[in-house]
């Protein structure tokens, strides 16, 4: 999740903390990750300017992983002995950390200390892409690049690869992605007589139904900091756009931006959404079997509703993304997702090369893994594990597949997270009774002044 974004790594992905489940978003955010896009590498992309250093075949490889990735890596060193690797545990660039930065900048002044391989969120291969003084060499070694076959890369789910590629190259795998989808309580559903809605338009009429006929019940949360990648993000508003790779569009009174707000206003006046999160501070106790309706991504099901509200089994299903009417594209957001970076300084490229492949596709490690995985194949291995869907009162293979090939690209990956000015901005004016309609202007003008911080030049059409 932040991501470490998972239970998002991406683009942005950073999430918060839930004194009252049994799981905090921070720990959902080490789950998933986040990002999206095209998976495919333009073949007429120019050749990069890495130079791999001296190989030595049976060298040692360093390999920093988050503790939740730990796992993997001792379980890839126990069935590959002949593979000499040394683990180091760290954040995973969890919470917006900059310590792989920070430390990376150090080894390039130095001249030595790269770790091979590095488990981080998608905002890391912004930097990781690129040198970090002139002269140096960016961290990240193009996988494109006679690495890992494109017939590997190609075999990721739609998108999911989108915040590993830069400049026509792929500097990472995609560990994980958390697609958004509906989820809802089957058991009240049924009960109540309700359909399950399949637009942003029904969505919002059986929210007022539910406010009026069972008041107390809930079909969705804005408060959490991640809450705009699961509405915002999946309704394409282009709140972090890059037109170019140094230039963002933030546009909140794009059409887009402005239905979703409405929408979500009419619902949150209505008390059919709630405006406090579901990871914070009491919710799960006082609200958490209240939660007919939940537009988010995948890990919820497992790290929300089984561990955090304690929904018993066999009541919570998922349905596919919702579209809008007169429109035939379906867009869903992303909420986290982490990557695996191989070093461009590395003497055993072929070691970690394999490493990070097998991490990532291999339906032996991926099949157990906490969140799903961005590979298709090995994501199928993944929805085959009765762990992973026995909980659910509906197979939820369907939706999650579905979900997965339509994270909208739109919304890109960026040198900053994308959760601080929502956070900062955008949730304090819900708390204090302003509606998300008065309140994009100051959001926008928030991640506008965070982007130029970082050197974008930025833009509004």
């Avoid at 539910?210 to 809930?218: D, F, I, R, S, W």
């Avoid at 926008?444 to 930025?458: D, H, L, N, P, R």
Wanted: proline share 6%.
């Amino acid at each position: 999740m932040e991501s470490s974004r998972s239970p998002r790594t991406g683009r942005r992905h950073s999430l918060l903390r839930a004194a009252a489940v049994t799981l905090s978003l921070a720990t959902a955010a080490a789950l998933a990750g986040c990002a999206s896009a095209d998976t495919t590498t333009p073949s007429s992309a120019k050749q990069s300017a890495f130079k791999p250093v001296a190989q030595k075949a049976s060298s040692q490889i360093t390999v920093w992983a988050d503790s939740t990735r730990l796992p993997s890596v001792q379980a890839y060193q126990k069935a590959h002995p002949d593979v000499k690797m040394k683990i180091v545990t760290y954040d995973g660039g969890a919470d917006g950390s900059t310590y792989l930065q920070s430390k990376v900048q150090l080894f390039d002044r130095t001249g030595s200390g790269w770790p091979d391989v590095v488990f981080g969120t998608p905002t890391d291969v912004t930097w990781a892409s690129e040198a970090t003084k002139p002269g140096a060499q960016p961290f990240a070694a193009p996988l494109d690049e006679k690495l890992v076959p494109q017939s590997t890369l190609d075999g990721f789910a739609k998108g999911s690869l989108t915040p590993c590629q830069f400049d026509g190259h792929t500097y990472c795998m995609r560990n994980d992605i958390a697609q958004v989808v509906l989820w809802y309580n089957k058991s009240l559903m049924d009960k109540w007589g309700y359909q399950v809605p399949t637009t942003w338009e029904d969505y919002e009429a059986l929210g007022t139904k539910v406010a009026k006929e069972h008041p107390g019940y809930l079909v969705g949360s804005v408060g959490d900091t991640n809450s705009h990648e699961s509405y915002f993000w999946s309704g394409q508003c282009p709140a972090f756009s890059l037109t170019k790779p140094d230039t963002l569009r933030t546009d909140l009174q794009d059409p887009k931006c402005t239905r979703m707000a409405t929408l979500l206003d009419h619902l949150i006046s209505a008390k059919a959404v709630a405006t406090q999160g579901f990871f914070s501070q009491g919710f799960a106790k006082n609200s958490g079997s209240k939660v007919l309706m939940a537009y988010g991504p995948s890990w919820y099901g497992q790290y929300l509703f089984k561990a955090g509200f304690k929904t018993p089994a066999k009541q919570m299903a998922a349905a596919p993304p919702l579209t809008w009417k007169r429109e035939s594209t379906a867009a869903t957001g992303n909420v986290g997702g982490g990557v695996w970076m191989v070093s461009s300084h590395s003497a055993n490229l072929k070691a970690s090369s394999d490493l990070v492949t097998w991490l990532t596709t291999s339906d032996e490690n991926q099949a157990d893994a906490p969140t799903y995985p961005a590979y298709t194949q090995a994501a199928k291995a993944w929805l085959a594990n009765p762990a992973n869907k026995d909980y659910f009162a509906n197979d939820v293979s369907g939706a999650f597949q579905q979900a997965a090939n339509e994270v909208w690209t739109g919304w890109s990956n960026t040198r900053f997270s994308d959760s601080t000015a929502w956070s900062s901005v955008v949730l304090p004016a819900l708390t204090a009774g302003k509606s998300l309609t008065e309140t994009l202007p100051a959001w926008q003008q928030e991640i506008a002044g965070e982007a130029k911080t970082q050197g974008y030049k930025v833009v509004d059409q």
